[in-house]
């Protein structure tokens, strides 16, 4: 694990039109291979920390670092989503193509893979997450926890350096929620996961923070 | 032509013979001349249609829209009366005119139902796009394929909600309302998706550009397949400008 700062939000103030500031001189940093677990109450802005840190939502006053380069034009955004994975709450919403395979290859096309190239590697990805068999199957077919595990996979295609991940079990079983805990154990990759889930949290980061007054604070696992 | 013939020829053969069909069988005036074409449209449908009764029941309901011309064209436009019920007279180009777009029709849909029922929507897309159709558009397509069950599910939700709530479909004002907030809430919900969905391309690299991953492989026979077709479709619009002209 390396102490250099992968994603950075400093001195972030934010609130959405007609409502009170929900971060108020916020920081937060991701280094390479860290791993860090978000637990508040609903409310507090834990996805738009997300929303935040990958440029869909503006900060009113403060700076988003990539890399030590701040994230301030389209091609530094660019740079930025093509190296960091944000895995949304709900899987209807990250999966918009036909077959899982066109989904999983949707990412490395962006990078710049030829056809062939990215549909080997969306289906190597596939294989390494177990749900190969399903490559060909319409995304409306799949359960919600199939839809889950393939939305991983469309972020893991692209070889992030780190992973955002909201809230991953909302509405799964515990055998998703198993193979999900599974999945991010064995993965060595950095990542934030923003989760009301405790037990999920322990199992899948090391350490844990909070939003209290519009700033992270520690919080125990 | 047999029905896995169909299946292993190039999605873009077929797309452009579906549309090459559609075009020349629309531009043919003489009814003779649709008649033959609804005849070899039925051949080519006897020789290709992996399933006749799918094909017979999605030709039924497409007939219903011909229905509509049966009802009003032959008694509304104007010419010689062959027939008087009270105020309305059926007039014979009237009559005369329902047929040929009847002919026609059933052609068109015959050709376009064998070459393209069986074709997987990506496959489609994907051809379009090959064939230099505008790729939004494609696109278009295919998003609304894997969205319109996303859609459904919504809807059917709403449905569920009202009815756990004691709402019954009546003829009432109440009804309507209730309809209309759904069906108002569908769309909301829809154009807030489409945001999201919009965001989650974005997020994974999307920069204005669409790529596909399937390539389309044209060979010798989908070559001799296309020109086989087109020769016919010349010939019977050679032969249809010979019949009006003759006529004429």
């Known amino acids: 694990m390396s102490d250099s700062p992968l994603l950075s939000l400093n001195n972030i103030s934010f609130g959405y039109t007609g409502s009170p500031l929900l971060f108020d001189g916020l920081d937060f940093t991701l280094t390479e291979g860290e791993q860090t677990g978000i637990h508040a109450p609903n409310g507090s802005g834990k996805t738009t920390l997300l929303r935040l840190a990958m440029g869909l939502e503006k900060a009113q006053s403060g700076t988003v670092l990539f890399q030590g380069s701040p994230v301030d034009s389209a091609q530094a955004l660019h740079h930025l989503r093509c190296t960091v994975g944000f895995v949304l709450q709900n899987s209807d919403e990250q999966l918009f193509s036909s077959t899982v395979l066109e989904d999983v290859a949707f990412g490395p096309l962006n990078l710049g893979l030829k056809p062939q190239e990215a549909r080997d590697r969306a289906l190597e990805t596939l294989e390494s997450i177990g749900m190969a068999a399903l490559a060909e199957r319409p995304i409306h077919q799949l359960s919600g926890g199939e839809k889950k595990l393939v939305s991983i996979a469309t972020v893991l295609s692209m070889r992030p350096k780190a992973l955002l991940l909201d809230e991953p079990t909302t509405f799964l079983d515990e055998k998703s929620r198993g193979r999900i805990i599974r999945l991010l154990q064995e993965m060595g990759i950095g990542r934030v996961i923003v989760s009301h889930d405790r037990d999920f949290l322990r199992q899948t980061t090391v350490s844990l923070v909070t939003i209290k007054d519009g700033r992270i604070a520690p919080c125990s696992l | ?248």
Not at chain 2, 41 to 65: E, Q, T
Not at chain 2, 89 to 99: P, Q, T, V
């Open chain 2, 1 to 248: 032509m047999s029905s896995t013939a169909m299946h292993q020829t190039d999605p873009r053969a077929l797309l452009l013979v579906a549309g090459g069909a559609a075009f020349c069988l629309s531009c043919l005036q003489s009814l003779v001349v649709s008649g033959t074409g609804l005849a070899l449209a039925a051949i080519f449908a006897c020789v290709c249609a992996p399933d006749w009764r799918s094909l017979l029941k999605r030709l039924l309901l497409a007939n219903l829209f011909v229905l509509f011309i049966w009802l009003t064209v032959p008694w509304t436009m104007p010419g010689t009366d062959i027939l008087i019920i009270g105020p309305v007279h059926f007039s014979r180009e009237g009559l005369l005119l329902a047929m040929g777009v009847t002919l026609k029709c059933n052609a068109i849909l015959l050709i376009f139902l064998t070459l393209t029922a069986d074709m997987g929507l990506l496959q489609m897309g994907c051809a379009l796009q090959k064939l230099h159709m505008p790729v939004k558009l494609v696109f278009l397509l295919l998003f609304t394929y894997r969205y319109i069950h996303v859609i459904a599910e919504e809807w059917k939700k709403l449905q569920t909600a009202a009815a756990l709530r004691g709402f019954m479909m009546q003829t009432s004002f109440h009804t309507y309302k209730t309809i209309g907030n759904m069906l108002g809430l569908t769309v909301i919900n829809s154009i807030t998706r489409s945001h999201r969905i919009y965001e989650a391309m974005l997020l994974r690299g999307f920069s204005g550009d669409f790529y596909l991953t399937t390539e389309l492989k044209a060979r010798r026979r989908d070559i001799i397949f296309v020109s086989s077709c087109f020769f016919v479709l010349a010939c019977l619009l050679c032969a249809d400008l010979y019949v009006t002209c003759c006529h004429v």
